[in-house]
Each structure stands twice: as structure tokens, then as C-alpha cells.
């Protein structure tokens, strides 16, 4: 594979899907190599040909991190370094740290203070009532609440942290990223469990909207410098992840579009002034037939490279306009093209609807599929030792998660 020179380096905080997709999107677009940090020496980025891949244990700590990024500045002094999160803490490090970063950084990202009310999913669900953007019924539970609430609807009810990155701080066995919970005793051992580890936030309690993986929606978005949106591409989830720590992740997924939801969260994000990419998760509320808003991401999310297998190259978009200062006019993906990272055998078997399965086969036929993960001439013998061992675990691990009784 040819690495060529540019006047900037990307520096990537992460290890997973996310982290390799952006940098075969740098490849791609302008054939450099990106640099990745992540924890552990392993994951899609590690022993890749277009990744420098750095690991350490400590790198979500603020002095690690700020170390970290000043020696890649002073390594490429005659370069612009342009930082990109590919989780929620490594955003909020660069945001936080911003005032502190050597003069040849980048970093594409909303001010601290609309991060907070962003990322906070109290403040982010009052933002939502402010802005006429639909959100499930909720209730923001706090510690000195105490057990055997009253909730204002009925069970199975969805139990997950107001602050992410704080409650993944404070870790326990049988951690999950979110609960679905159908009994109230079973709703007290779980708030229990969280605060006794040590989150001292708010938790978010909602009403279940049924519904399998197939209700499920994803908006990637990215916002220029100007605060106007540049770009918007829906997907529509087929199947997602079940293992505790990967609930929420999309294992597949076909590119979508619907107007009005576009139209409503373009003008949210316009509204309150916001810059570079973001994700929302999204679910179809078959009762009342709207679009429900889960969270927002302030970033690209770990299934965002959908919208550079339609076409529409995200690295292009942060770097053409942060580093050359180039404009781009507003676009609206409408691309149809299946996004997966699980083995197919997989997909036939827990896809469930034949109309959405019909589809798939098409678009594998018509050859309108993106992997992110499996990349021509990027094949060296310990990265498809971890691709294959990686794609043969999935087997193991939807038939261990899978819920048997899922009926949505």
C-alpha cells in the first residue's frame, strides 16, 4: 500500500470499528497513514498498514493524554495535528483540554459548555422538549430517590447512566452499556448495583418502545464551521450487538432516508449552534407512528463509515474544510447500500423479517455492500489472525446473548 505525505497528520483516540474506519477513510481520500491510541495493543487498528498504532492503559487520564498529543505535536511540528474521538471520553478530553494543546492542532469539536448539556442526558432530553424532537417517556431518577418508585408507565422499562462517560468510570461485574428491565424488584437491584460502585449521577429511566433492532434508526450529521449542516445520511438498523458491553452497537444496517426526520434534527442542530459530526439513535414508536430520539453522540459513532460506503467520505468533510478550508454545499444521503461487520450466516439467522431479508440478498447481489473492517492490501498476518478469530467469535457470541424469548 503507497503512504504519501500531507501537510496533517490525523490522530485517532480509540481501538475498535470506529478507529479503523476513519483511518482507511484518510487512506482513501488521501492515502496518508493515520495514528491510533488506544488502550490495548489490539483491535481492527492494531498491526494495520495504514495505522501508526500506539496503546496505553492510562491514555483516558488527562495528564497521559496531554503528554501523549504534545510529543505527536512536536514530532510533527511542520504539520497540522487534527484530533479526532472515537468515544465519548476521548471527545471530552479534547474539548476540555482545547486551551492547552500546541498551536498546530485541530480539533473539530463543539465548545465544553454545549458538550456538557449535550452529553448529560437530562439536559440533552430538555433540549429535546425545547426543540419539538420526540423522545420516549422518561423519568430522571436520582440516588436519594430511593427504591419502589411509582413510575408514570408501565414495565419493561429501559434503565441507562444520565453521564456515560462517569459511570464508566466506576465499573462492576455485569456491566451494561443499558438495561432492559420488565419488574420492579428487578429495577431496584440494578440502581442499587450502579450507585453502590460508585456513579454518583443522575440515572435515566424511560418506557420501553417495542419493537425489535429493525425499529432502530442512526443519523450521522456533520456540521460545518458556519454551524449549518452539511450533511445528513439515515440508516436503518437490521441487527445489533447483544454481548453486555456491546448493546447499542450496530452489527448491521441498510442506509435510509425520511425527509421530515432530517428536516427536524437539521434544524435542532442549527439551533443551537453546532459544529462537526453527531450521531443520534433513533426508534420508530410503531404506536404513534414517530421517530423517537434515543441519545446523541458528539462525534462519529462506531457505525458512522456506512455514510463513506455511500459515497459520501466523512474524512473528507472534517479535513477538507478544517485543514484546506474548503466549503461544501448540503447534502442529503440517499444512497442504498448494506453496512455489516458480522459474518452473513449470522444475519440470516437472527434477521427475522422477510421483507428486510429479501432486501440484504439484493443488495449482496447487486454488490452494494461495505465492511469497513476487511480492506484490500491491508492483510498482514496478525491483523487477519484478529479479523478472522474476531468474525468466528461472533458465532459464539449471539448464541450466548441472544435473547431466546426476543419478541421486541
Given amino acids: 500500500m503507497k503512504i504519501v505525505e500531507k501537510d496533517f497528520v490525523p490522530v485517532l483516540f480509540g481501538s475498535d470499528v470506529n478507529t479503523y474506519a476513519m483511518a482507511r477513510a484518510f487512506y482513501e481520500e488521501y492515502g496518508i497513514k493515520s495514528i491510533v491510541i488506544g488502550k490495548f495493543p489490539s483491535g481492527p487498528s492494531c498491526n494495520s498498514k495504514i ?6 492503559l492510562n491514555i483516558g487520564r488527562q495528564e497521559v493524554f496531554l503528554k501523549m498529543v504534545d510529543d505527536i505535536c512536536k514530532k510533527y511540528s511542520n504539520k497540522k495535528i487534527l484530533l479526532i474521538g472515537c468515544g465519548d471520553n476521548y471527545v471530552e478530553l479534547i474539548v476540555r483540554n482545547r486551551s ?3 498551536k498546530n492542532v485541530v480539533a473539530p469539536y463543539i465548545d465544553e459548555l454545549l458538550l456538557e448539556q449535550l452529553l448529560t442526558k437530562k439536559k440533552f432530553y430538555e433540549m429535546c422538549e425545547r426543540y419539538n424532537l420526540d423522545y420516549p417517556k422518561t423519568l430522571i431518577y436520582d440516588k436519594t430517590m430511593g427504591n419502589d418508585l411509582s413510575l408514570p408507565f408501565d414495565f419493561p422499562v429501559i434503565v441507562k447512566p444520565s453521564n456515560s462517560i462517569e459511570y464508566w468510570k466506576n465499573d462492576f461485574p455485569g456491566q451494561k452499556k443499558v438495561y432492559r428491565i420488565s419488574n420492579q424488584e428487578d429495577l431496584n437491584d440494578v440502581v442499587n448495583q450502579i450507585y453502590r460502585a460508585g456513579y454518583n449521577d443522575s440515572l435515566i429511566i424511560q418506557e420501553y418502545i417495542p419493537g425489535d433492532d429493525s425499529f432502530l434508526r442512526i ?3 456533520y456540521s460545518g ?3 449549518k449542516v452539511k450533511l445528513m445520511s439515515l440508516a436503518h438498523v437490521m441487527l445489533e450487538e447483544y454481548t453486555p458491553m456491546g448493546l447499542g452497537s450496530t452489527s448491521v444496517l441498510i442506509t435510509d432516508y425520511n425527509q421530515e426526520l432530517s428536516d427536524k434534527i437539521k434544524t435542532f442542530l442549527e439551533e443551537i449552534g453546532y459544529t462537526g459530526f453527531s450521531t443520534f439513535d433513533i426508534k420508530y414508536d410503531e404506536r404513534d407512528k414517530k421517530y423517537k430520539i434515543l441519545e446523541i453522540n458528539c462525534r462519529q459513532g462506531r457505525s458512522s463509515s456506512y455514510v463513506t460506503g455511500a459515497g459520501f467520505n466523512l474524512a473528507k468533510y472534517v479535513a477538507d474544510e ?3 478550508n474548503k466549503s461544501f454545499d448540503f447534502q442529503v444521503v440517499k444512497n442504498r447500500i448494506l453496512w455489516i461487520v458480522i459474518p452473513l450466516p449470522i444475519v440470516y439467522k437472527y434477521v427475522k423479517d422477510k421483507a428486510h431479508l429479501a432486501e440484504i440478498r439484493q443488495l449482496i447481489r447487486d454488490k452494494k455492500v461495505f465492511n469497513p473492517l476487511f480492506f484490500k492490501g491491508d492483510y498482514g498476518i496478525k491483523r487477519l489472525f484478529y479479523l478472522c478469530k474476531s468474525y468466528l467469535g461472533q458465532f459464539i457470541k449471539y ?6 424469548d426476543f419478541s421486541g
Avoid at 495505522?51 to 496505553?56: A, G, L, P, Q, T
Fill in 51 to 56: 495505522i501508526e498504532y500506539y496503546s496505553d
Fill in 225 to 227: 464551521k458556519d454551524k
Fill in 322 to 324: 478544517h485543514i484546506y
Fill in 219 to 221: 443519523m450521522v450529521s
Fill in 100 to 102: 492547552l494543546f500546541a
Fill in 399 to 404: 448464541k450466548k446473548y441472544y435473547p431466546r
